[in-house]
């Protein structure tokens, strides 16, 4: 009889049939949370088991707490899932009016470019065929050129970053010590130092129009570091001009928007946020990946912002509303690189899986998945042309090229046809390859490396690759005319 009483109380208990708040109970009645061979179902049969006979036992003692206790551990459970849902619920915070007006301004700078880039494309429809044709041909015969063109070692310690100047003229590294160094290009010569990190660089970005006529009261170039700390340099001074402090963790990416006047950061505090540089204040604290976020980039027109975590999501934000547009899934692992394509709808992620993924915004999913390398992908760059001389332009003995620094509205046709063209990958595989845009083809890999690739860049006039590793070198790529 007791057992039929028993087997009556068990089925009146509710339990969790989350799986997770199954072994949490367990772990509270000092029982295993598992057993050998105990699926999901079993382990929440065995909790009603075990339940029911503490019942029974409560019971027989004279005591009246047991259907109270039962029912009050039920209670916890629900507020538990409550709780879950509740942190999965998507919210809303009411901004500031600092960040109203720069979303004002986004919208009016973003609709201008944007309203240039579909001229130029259609402009660039009209262009004869054979031209087009002959144009990419000759790109790809480049590209099968490229070799190292020079290699200088940059640090004590691994290099996390490698960054042309809007000029092409000279590059800056960081480096896990603290450290950010500006080189002349192509020589690799050290220009200066820059002190002011105490833990490693993650991030650095240049202003769009530093080294192209910016003037004093303006910061050159931001830095992120483990530190928390975000850097305002000039390129003048070897220590920092300014500080922005919010973020609880590291800083891994920050990147100025194209207009030049704001900043965007990505932290392992698991937030984005965006920082006005004139008042050095964070206007937008923003939430939305389950896991630490790694990667950020603003498409070229500003209008959009994209940011990868290690949760294996890119997320695409609007930066005129605030509001998250698309959720890019795919990746079976962390996603470590991300960089949009100069048409404006093309987003490339690289990650953990070894795969880089091509997602077409006006389609809303994946147009292309490459198997880019045999170890996690780092970095992802597409060729930006803006700014750029002639890619057909003959180089100096000493591998110079003169510099066009009109505004990529006035960029020769032929630049623009080959703008976004090619794509370019770091892993740690020790490999940097070349890929053709459109096909997706591996056109190139640059092996010189020792151990992982770190990062990579293109020179917006299209003359050389760079990349950084752990083995505390950078290396330069040029074709062979050089």
């Not at 003692?61 to 206790?69: E, I, R, Y």
């Not at 240049?206 to 910016?214: C, E, Q, R």
């Not at 009109?406 to 623009?416: I, K, Y």
Request: include cysteine.
């Amino acid at each position: 009889m007791a057992e039929f009483e028993r087997k009556k109380l068990a089925r009146t208990i509710a339990t969790p049939t989350d799986d997770k708040l199954v072994k949490e109970q367990l772990r509270k009645l000092k029982h295993p949370i598992c057993l050998f061979g105990e699926d999901a179902g079993d382990r929440r049969n065995r909790l009603r088991y075990i339940l029911s006979k503490l019942a029974m036992e409560q019971r027989a003692s004279g005591g009246d707490t047991a259907d109270g206790q039962i029912e009050t551990m039920a209670i916890e459970d629900d507020d538990a899932m409550d709780e879950d849902e509740a942190q999965t619920e998507e919210f809303y915070t009411e901004g500031t009016n600092e960040l109203l007006q720069a979303r004002r301004d986004i919208a009016v700078f973003s609709l201008a470019k944007a309203r240039a880039r579909t001229e130029r494309q259609r402009e660039d429809c009209t262009v004869d065929l054979a031209d087009v044709r002959k144009r990419r041909q000759d790109l790809v015969k480049r590209l099968d050129s490229y070799s190292n063109y020079g290699s200088q070692v940059g640090d004590t310690r691994p290099i996390s970053r490698i960054l042309f100047s809007p000029d092409c003229q000279s590059l800056l590294t960081s480096s896990w010590s603290g450290a950010i160094k500006l080189w002349d290009v192509p020589h690799c010569r050290p220009i200066r130092t820059f002190c002011g990190h105490t833990d490693r660089v993650g991030g650095i970005s240049f202003h769009p129009k530093a080294t192209l006529g910016l003037g004093d009261e303006t910061a050159d170039f931001a830095s992120g570091a483990a530190d928390t700390l975000i850097h305002l340099w000039s390129l003048n001074k070897e220590r920092p001009i300014a500080k922005l402090q919010g973020h609880q963790s590291r800083v891994v990416h920050v990147q100025h928007h194209p207009n030049g006047a704001y900043l965007g950061s990505a932290s392992y505090d698991g937030s984005w946020r965006l920082w006005d540089i004139a008042s050095q204040k964070e206007l937008l604290l923003q939430e939305g990946h389950s896991r630490e976020i790694f990667a950020l980039r603003f498409q070229c027109d500003g209008a959009l912002v994209a940011t990868g975590g290690l949760d294996g999501i890119c997320r695409v934000w609007d930066m005129r509303s605030g509001r998250s547009l698309v959720t890019i899934e795919g990746h079976a692992k962390e996603i470590f690189g991300i960089d949009w394509s100069p048409n404006g709808y093309q987003v490339a992620t690289g990650s953990a899986d070894n795969t880089i993924r091509i997602f077409d915004m006006r389609k809303l999913g994946s147009i292309y998945q490459i198997p880019a390398h045999k170890s996690l992908i780092t970095d992802v760059r597409f060729f930006h042309a803006s700014h750029a001389a002639s890619l057909t332009a003959s180089a100096s003995g000493d591998g110079d090229r003169d510099m066009d620094t009109s505004d990529d509205s006035t960029m020769q046709r032929g630049d623009r046809l080959c703008d976004g063209q090619y794509l370019v990958s770091a892993s740690n595989d020790g490999l940097v390859n070349i890929w053709s845009a459109g096909d997706w083809k591996l056109q190139k890999s640059l092996a010189g490396h020792v151990g992982k690739v770190m990062s990579v860049d293109i020179a917006s006039n299209g003359s050389y690759i760079a990349s950084s590793g752990y083995d505390r070198t950078f290396k330069l790529w040029g074709p062979e005319e050089f």
